[in-house]
């Protein structure tokens, strides 16, 4: 299964980071692939490309 995702916060500092790292932990935990972009004050990082989110099974926006 491969699964995307978007994480972001209001101030873009702490959270944004911390749902990514949960998800990839977990994601790693079940043998899931996943690419998380974050969207936080240092602006887009991991940017999800068109072909990563065509070939996911699953999108998550957090």
């Known amino acids: ?6 994480t972001a916060c209001p101030t873009g ?5 911390m749902a990514a790292d949960a998800l990839v932990k977990t994601a790693n935990k079940y043998h ?3 690419k998380v972009e974050t969207q936080g ?16 099974d699953s999108v ?3």
């Not at 299964?1 to 978007?6: D, E, P, Q, Y």
């Not at 500092?13 to 980071?17: E, G, L, R, S």
């Not at 004050?41 to 996911?56: F, K, P, R, V, Y």
């Open 13 to 17: 500092i702490a959270h944004t980071y």
């Open 41 to 56: 004050a240092m602006g887009i990082e991991n940017l999800l490309s068109a072909q990563d989110i065509s070939n996911a």
């Open 32 to 34: 899931v692939q996943i």
């Open 60 to 62: 998550v926006v957090n």
């Open 1 to 6: 299964m491969k699964i995307v995702a978007v």
